[in-house]
C-alpha cells in the first residue's frame, strides 16, 4: 500500500518529467478515439468535480475530436469501474485516500498522471465570524480565543448537539467517506471523546446544507471540511490548527481501529488525473494531455465560487472559463489542438 | 424565436428558502430541539435501555394478541432476536423510534384529514393532488431545505417520513368512510344518533379494517424512507446501509437491508393481525 508521503513526490517527478517533454511532439491525433471507441468518463458529484469533468470533456470533444460519455456514480463504484477499464478517466482523483485506488494502483490496473489540483487543503473549520465577528452582519465574536483543536473541549456548549445537549457537536464527513474515519481517529487523538459527538452527516449534500445555515444564520459551527470547493469560495471560514502532519501519526489516523491515535494534520493531498491502465497505455497522445491538465487553485476556487452564485451548470460555467482563460488552456495541449479549440470560442 | 416561453422558478425559489432560514431558522431549530427533547429522545431512550428480552417478550406477547397464533407470533420473535445477532439491536431500536414517532404523528395527523375528506367532496378535490404531490416529489429535493431550517438528523427525518408516508392513511381513510354502507348509516340516523355518535359509534368502526390497512402501509412507507432518512444524518438501520453501499461493502449493507426487510415484516404481520381481528364479520374481505 503506498503511503500518503510518498505519493506527492512521484506526482511532482512524473510531472517535471513530462514537463520536459516537448508539447507538440509527435501526432496530436488521438489512437483511442481514433479507432472510434468513446472515452467513458466518471460523472463527479462534488461541485470541483464536476467543472473539471467538463472541462476535460470540452478539450477531448473539441480539440482531439473524441466521443464522451459521461458516467456518473459515487466515488467507490468509478474507481472499481476505473480499475476495470468499465470507465477510462477520472477528472479528479484524491490519490492514496482509498483502499480501492491504492490496491488498483499497485496491482497497475489504474494510474494518475498529472496533478490537476496543487495546494488542496482540508481540516476543521469554523466560519470566521464566530472568532473575528462580523461587523456588518451585527455578530459579534463569541468564541476570539479559538484557535487550535487544542481549545475545542472548552467551548463544547457554543456548537451544542441538539441530540446529547451536554456534548457539542462536530460535522463529520458522511460515513463511509475516507474523511469519516480519520475524523473519527481525530476526535479520539484530540482528546474530544468526552466533549464532542462525532456526527456523522450522511450525505454531502446535508453537510453543506447544515454548514450553509448556519452561516445565513449567524450561528456558531464545527465541521469538517475542504478546497477547493464552492462553499470554501462563497463563504469565510477559519481553519483550526492542528499538530503538523508527521506520517506515523497520520497513519494511526486512517487505520480506524487504531487504539491510540496521535495528532497530525492531513499530508497535502496528491490529486491527479486517474487512468485506466488500458487507456492509459493505448493512448499516449490524450496522456500528453492529461499530465499537463491543471486549474491553478485561486481560479478554481473562484470559478466554483461564480457558478454556485449563479447557479449555472458546470457545463455552463465550463463554457464560460474556456472562454475567459485561454491563457490556462493553451498549457495543456499542443499548437494545432489549441487552435481547434480556440476556433470554438 | 424559441417555442417555449421562458420559466424559471430556481431562482425565486433559492431567494424564499434563503429569507426562510434568515428570518425564521433560529426558532424551528428550537422547534427542532423541543421535538427531540420532548418526544423522541424519551422513547428512544426507553427503547435503547431496556434489556432486549423484554422487548422480545413484547414483541412476542404483541403479535399473539394481533395474531392469535403462537407460532406466528414465535417466528416473529425470532425474526427480531435475528437482527441482534447481526449485531444491529441498538441501531434496531433508533430506528423503530424514529418509525414509531413518525407513523403516530402520520396517525395523528392523517386520520382527522381522511374524515375530512370523506366529508367534503370540495375539499376531497383540493387535498388528493396534494396527496400526489407529497408522494412522488423526490424525497431529497424537499429534505435537504428541511436540513437547513430544521438542522440535521431526526426532527427533519421524521417530517420528510410524514409527508411520505401519511397518504395511504388518509387515501384509506377516506375510502373505509365511504364505503361504509349508507342503509346503516340511514337506520342509525333515524334513530337520531347526532352526527358525532354517527362517526363514533358506526361510520368508524366500520371503516376501521381499511383505516388499519392504512396505517399498515403507512408503517412499512416510514420503513421504506429509513435510508433516504439516515442521508441527512439520522442513525439506526438506515445508516448502515448507507455505509455498506458507500464503502461498497456489500455484506455490510445487504445485512442492514435484510434487518430492515425483517423489521418490516414484523411490524408488517402485527398491525394485519390487529386489522383482522377487528373486522366485524370476524373474516377478512368477507363483506359484500
Known amino acids: 500500500m503506498f503511503r500518503p508521503i510518498v505519493l506527492p513526490l512521484l506526482g511532482l517527478a512524473l510531472t517535471a518529467a513530462v514537463a520536459a517533454a516537448p508539447a507538440s511532439a509527435a501526432s496530436t491525433a488521438s489512437p483511442w478515439?481514433?479507432?472510434?471507441?468513446?472515452?467513458?468518463?466518471?460523472?463527479?458529484?462534488?461541485?470541483?468535480?464536476?467543472?473539471?469533468?467538463?472541462?476535460?470533456?470540452?478539450?477531448?470533444?473539441?480539440?482531439y475530436g473524441c466521443r464522451v460519455e459521461l458516467v456518473p456514480s459515487t466515488t467507490i463504484t468509478i474507481e472499481h469501474a476505473l480499475a476495470q477499464n468499465d470507465i477510462q478517466v477520472v477528472a479528479e482523483e484524491w490519490v492514496g485516500r482509498s483502499e480501492i485506488w491504492n490496491k488498483a494502483a499497485a496491482a497497475g490496473k489504474v494510474k494518475g498522471v498529472g496533478r490537476v489540483i496543487v495546494g488542496a487543503s482540508e481540516g476543521w473549520y469554523v466560519p470566521e465570524y464566530v472568532v473575528k465577528g462580523d461587523a456588518a452582519r451585527k455578530i459579534r465574536p463569541v468564541a476570539p480565543q479559538l484557535a487550535s483543536v487544542r481549545d475545542l473541549p472548552s467551548y463544547k456548549q457554543l456548537f451544542r448537539d441538539s441530540?446529547?445537549?451536554?456534548?457539542?457537536?462536530?460535522?463529520?464527513?458522511?460515513?463511509?467517506?475516507?474523511?469519516?474515519?480519520?475524523?473519527?481517529?481525530?476526535?479520539?487523538?484530540?482528546?474530544?471523546?468526552?466533549?464532542?459527538?462525532?456526527?456523522?452527516?450522511?450525505?454531502?449534500?446535508?453537510?453543506?446544507?447544515?454548514?450553509?445555515?448556519?452561516?445565513?444564520?449567524?450561528?456558531?459551527?464545527?465541521?469538517?471540511?475542504?478546497?477547493?470547493?464552492?462553499?470554501?469560495?462563497?463563504?469565510?471560514?477559519?481553519?483550526?490548527?492542528?499538530?503538523?502532519?508527521?506520517?506515523?501519526?497520520?497513519?494511526?489516523?486512517?487505520?480506524?481501529?487504531?487504539?491510540?491515535?496521535?495528532?497530525?494534520?492531513?499530508?497535502?493531498?496528491?490529486?491527479?488525473?486517474?487512468?485506466?491502465?488500458?487507456?492509459?497505455?493505448?493512448?499516449?497522445?490524450l496522456m500528453g494531455f492529461l499530465t499537463r491538465f491543471n486549474v491553478p487553485l485561486p481560479l478554481l476556487n473562484a470559478a466554483l465560487a461564480e457558478m454556485v452564485e449563479r447557479k449555472d451548470t458546470p457545463a455552463e460555467q465550463a463554457?464560460?472559463?474556456?472562454?475567459?482563460?485561454?491563457?490556462?488552456?493553451?498549457?495543456?495541449?499542443?499548437?494545432?489542438v489549441a487552435e481547434r479549440l480556440g476556433a470554438r470560442r | 424565436m424559441a417555442f417555449f416561453a421562458t420559466f424559471d422558478l430556481r431562482e425565486p425559489i433559492n431567494r424564499a428558502v434563503e429569507t426562510l432560514v434568515e428570518r425564521h431558522g433560529d426558532r424551528l431549530h428550537a422547534l427542532n430541539d423541543l421535538l427531540l427533547q420532548g418526544l423522541l429522545l424519551p422513547l428512544e431512550r426507553v427503547l435503547r435501555q431496556a434489556p432486549p428480552w423484554l422487548?422480545?417478550?413484547?414483541?412476542?406477547?404483541?403479535?399473539?394478541?394481533?395474531?392469535?397464533?403462537?407460532?406466528?407470533?414465535?417466528?416473529?420473535?425470532?425474526?427480531?432476536y435475528l437482527i441482534g445477532c447481526f449485531g444491529l439491536w441498538d441501531a434496531l431500536m433508533q430506528t423503530l423510534a424514529l418509525v414509531l414517532v413518525a407513523t403516530a404523528l402520520a396517525v395523528l395527523l392523517g386520520l382527522p384529514l381522511g374524515i375530512a375528506i370523506a366529508h367534503s367532496r370540495r375539499l376531497r378535490a383540493v387535498v388528493l393532488p396534494v396527496l400526489d404531490v407529497m408522494q412522488t416529489l423526490p424525497t431529497f429535493v424537499y429534505l435537504i431545505p428541511a436540513v437547513m431550517l430544521f438542522g440535521?438528523?431526526?426532527?427533519?427525518?421524521?417530517?420528510?417520513?410524514?409527508?411520505?408516508?401519511?397518504?395511504?392513511?388518509?387515501?384509506?381513510?377516506?375510502?373505509?368512510?365511504?364505503?361504509?354502507?349508507?342503509?346503516?348509516?340511514?337506520?342509525?340516523?333515524?334513530?337520531?344518533t347526532t352526527r358525532w355518535q354517527l362517526l363514533l359509534g358506526v361510520q368508524l368502526p366500520l371503516a376501521w379494517p381499511s383505516i388499519l390497512a392504512g396505517v399498515n402501509q403507512t408503517?412499512?412507507?416510514?420503513?421504506?424512507?429509513?435510508?433516504?432518512?439516515?442521508?441527512?444524518?439520522?442513525?439506526?438501520?438506515?445508516?448502515?446501509?448507507?455505509?455498506?453501499?458507500?464503502?461498497?461493502?456489500?455484506?455490510?449493507?445487504?445485512?442492514?437491508?435484510?434487518?430492515?426487510?425483517?423489521?418490516?415484516?414484523?411490524?408488517?404481520?402485527?398491525?394485519?393481525?390487529?386489522?383482522?381481528?377487528?373486522?366485524?364479520?370476524?373474516?377478512?374481505?368477507?363483506?359484500?
Open chain 2, 55 to 80: 422487548v422480545l417478550l413484547a414483541v412476542l406477547l404483541l403479535a399473539w394478541r394481533a395474531t392469535g397464533r403462537w407460532r406466528v407470533a414465535a417466528t416473529l420473535t425470532v425474526a427480531c
Open chain 2, 152 to 192: 440535521l438528523g431526526k426532527v427533519p427525518a421524521i417530517l420528510a417520513t410524514v409527508v411520505y408516508a401519511i397518504c395511504p392513511l388518509v387515501r384509506l381513510t377516506d375510502l373505509g368512510l365511504r364505503q361504509v354502507d349508507p342503509e346503516v348509516q340511514e337506520a342509525a340516523r333515524s334513530f337520531g
Open chain 1, 33 to 63: 478515439c481514433q479507432s472510434g471507441k468513446p472515452v467513458k468518463v466518471a460523472g463527479l458529484n462534488w461541485e470541483s468535480g464536476e467543472l473539471l469533468t467538463e472541462l476535460l470533456k470540452t478539450v477531448l470533444e473539441q480539440g
Open chain 1, 163 to 285: 441530540e446529547e445537549p451536554a456534548k457539542g457537536r462536530f460535522l463529520n464527513c458522511p460515513s463511509g467517506w475516507s474523511c469519516e474515519g480519520v475524523n473519527s481517529q481525530k476526535l479520539k487523538a484530540y482528546g474530544l471523546t468526552d466533549s464532542y459527538v462525532n456526527f456523522r452527516t450522511g450525505s454531502g449534500a446535508a453537510l453543506d446544507a447544515a454548514i450553509a445555515s448556519a452561516y445565513q444564520r449567524g450561528q456558531p459551527v464545527l465541521f469538517y471540511y475542504w478546497a477547493p470547493t464552492a462553499l470554501m469560495g462563497k463563504y469565510r471560514f477559519v481553519r483550526l490548527a492542528e499538530p503538523a502532519y508527521n506520517e506515523a501519526c497520520f497513519a494511526t489516523l486512517t487505520d480506524r481501529n487504531h487504539p491510540k491515535p496521535c495528532g497530525s494534520a492531513a499530508p497535502e493531498a496528491l490529486i491527479q488525473t486517474g487512468v485506466s491502465r488500458a487507456f492509459h497505455d493505448a493512448d499516449p497522445v
Open chain 1, 319 to 336: 463554457r464560460r472559463f474556456m472562454t475567459a482563460h485561454p491563457e490556462v488552456w493553451r498549457d495543456w495541449v499542443p499548437q494545432d
Open chain 2, 219 to 288: 408503517v412499512m412507507m416510514a420503513l421504506a424512507m429509513v435510508v433516504v432518512a439516515s442521508m441527512i444524518g439520522a442513525r439506526g438501520l438506515g445508516e448502515e446501509v448507507l455505509a455498506g453501499i458507500q464503502t461498497l461493502d456489500v455484506g455490510r449493507g445487504l445485512q442492514a437491508g435484510l434487518a430492515i426487510v425483517l423489521l418490516a415484516v414484523v411490524i408488517d404481520r402485527v398491525t394485519q393481525g390487529f386489522g383482522r381481528g377487528r373486522r366485524p364479520d370476524g373474516e377478512p374481505g368477507a363483506r359484500p
